[in-house]
């Protein structure tokens, strides 16, 4: 727990630095923390675009590397008063070291070998039975799986692995650690734990020695290294804490609700719909539904499940883009929002086939003629069936979120760039019957700094109190549900 969060003293705030790496882009934000004060400001924004290479799709991560580097450059400039950097990024990935040196680029999560991980690790434990251990979602891209797939040569050599942003806070302060609530997400924590599962890494036939000590949010990390330090013009007290570094937790903690009787989705290139709980839900019906437990901060328990999210809509312009279209996104949303609801079709947006890149319309068409179904014809009507389908899904899991975690649902938060379409907003207010909140956009960046701030002494208390800070400086846009189109 930080010293804030233990009672300790209160200073009038101050400045911290968040490195915030997304599944398409990477920011460096620079935030000022105080009772009443939770400002962010931007001064890096880089793109995140995956490298296939003959062997598979991979991450750029020496190009995000530098690219967060010369945001930290911007952030000290800025504000040199800076006490503090904190990591946050996507889940799952990770990169394998042996003496220090990372032996090739980490893999893309939507990379196909992690088929034959399922396969391998299936053989050895059904995921019913791995669900009683871990609590985890099926997704075929868990780490258990990726690192299933490997081969067993390059396991052995590996001396160390890393979840993307434990390796860039071990590239900044020489320190290898791996944060619990990322960790979460690997399947390779028993359920309810901050522990490495050691049974079942056995039974895998997953090296152990691989695996780092674990640090919760809050904690210190270590010193920014001499050399990382001058390159940044940095003072030398500057240090790393760790944050909630999967990205979502540290959205969920900028989520300004009531946990007892709220909702979340934090909307990005995921929908990550769910509720928080105190402790993992295990039961058969979670299992059934595919919900997941992962960790928050404070030792919270995100209980979640994983919808498509805006990538089918990003990944459908994109399309569209390569043919020689130029889209304008909030034209073309205000295009979709003048279709008639009832004339496009709602798809199911979790079918695997909208997973990997590429024609999304054609899968859309597939997906319809499959089902009886008339297919839109326009891009306004892919548009505004994406739209619809995604609400219906966001409301469906919501609602279902609530029973299975025991939240009586009164209110959807929406956090994310999610938060800025208007229409994905009010579809889903509409097609739930509950009320929307919609923001804050930069939800998992002021989680990163609030904990960071939390920790320096910047602000005190539980989660609530930072919450109604975020209440207080970024209230959110109400949508409130309409009768049925």
């Known amino acids: 727990m930080s010293a804030g969060a233990a009672g300790g003293s209160v200073v009038s705030g101050g400045s911290v630095a ?55 450059r911007d952030a000290l400039r800025a504000a040199p008063d800076v006490a503090s950097i904190g990591v946050d990024s996507w889940a799952v990935d990770y990169g394998l070291l042996r003496d220090g040196r990372l032996l090739g680029a980490p893999f893309h999560y939507r990379d196909a070998r992690t088929e034959r991980g399922v396969a391998a690790v299936h053989e050895r434990m059904p995921h019913a039975e791995l669900y009683r251990r871990n609590g985890l979602q ?63 890494l056995g039974a895998l036939g997953l090296p152990r020695g691989i695996l780092p000590s674990l640090i919760a949010p809050g904690e210190r990390l270590g010193a920014l290294l001499p050399g990382v330090a001058a390159s940044l013009g940095a003072e030398s007290g500057v240090s790393v804490t760790a944050v909630g570094s999967h990205d979502t937790a540290s959205a969920v903690v900028a989520v300004p609700m009531r946990s007892e009787s709220a909702a979340y989705i934090s909307c990005g290139t995921w929908g990550l719909v769910g509720v928080e709980v105190e402790r993992p839900v295990l039961t058969d ?29 990003s990944e459908t312009v994109r399309g569209w883009e390569r043919e020689g279209h130029a889209i304008d996104l909030p034209t073309l949303l205000d295009s979709a929002a003048a279709v008639d609801a009832a004339s496009v079709p709602v798809f199911d947006v979790d079918d695997p086939r909208f997973l990997p890149p590429g024609d999304m319309p054609a899968r859309i068409d597939q997906w319809c003629a499959e089902h009886g179904l008339a297919a839109p014809r326009t891009r306004a009507e892919y548009a505004r069936s994406i739209v619809e389908s995604l609400a219906q899904a966001f409301a469906d899991t919501a609602r279902l979120a609530g029973r299975i975690g025991g939240v009586d649902v009164e209110t959807i938060h929406i956090v994310g760039g ?32 609030l904990v960071q701030g939390r920790a320096a002494g910047f602000v005190s208390g539980s989660l609530e109190s930072l919450r109604d800070l975020v209440a207080r400086t970024h209230a959110p846009t109400r949508y409130a549900p309409r009768a049925a189109e």
């Open 18 to 72: 968040a490195i915030d790496l997304g599944a398409t882009s990477g920011r460096v934000i620079v935030g000022h923390v105080g009772p009443d004060t939770l400002e962010a400001t931007t001064v890096g924004r880089f793109a995140n675009d995956p490298i296939a290479t003959p062997d598979g799709l991979h991450w750029n991560l020496l190009g995000l590397y530098s690219a967060a580097l010369a945001g930290l």
């Open 418 to 449: 999610g938060s800025l379409n208007r229409l994905l907003c009010q579809r889903t207010a509409d097609r739930a019957g509950l009320p929307v909140l919609a923001g804050p956009v930069e939800a998992t960046a002021l989680g990163n700094l």
């Open 138 to 200: 099926f997704l075929p891209f868990n780490t258990l799986y990726q690192l299933a797939a490997e081969p067993t040569e390059l396991l052995r050599f590996a001396d160390t692995a890393l979840l993307v942003p434990d390796l860039i806070g071990y590239w900044l302060t020489g320190q290898a650690r791996t944060e619990v609530t990322n960790a979460s997400t690997t399947g390779l924590l028993r359920a309810g734990t901050a522990d490495w599962d050691d049974e079942l």
């Open 285 to 313: 019906e979670a299992f059934a539904a595919n919900f997941t437990n992962e960790g928050g901060v404070d030792s919270r328990v995100r209980l979640l499940h994983n919808v498509m999210g805006l990538w089918v809509l």
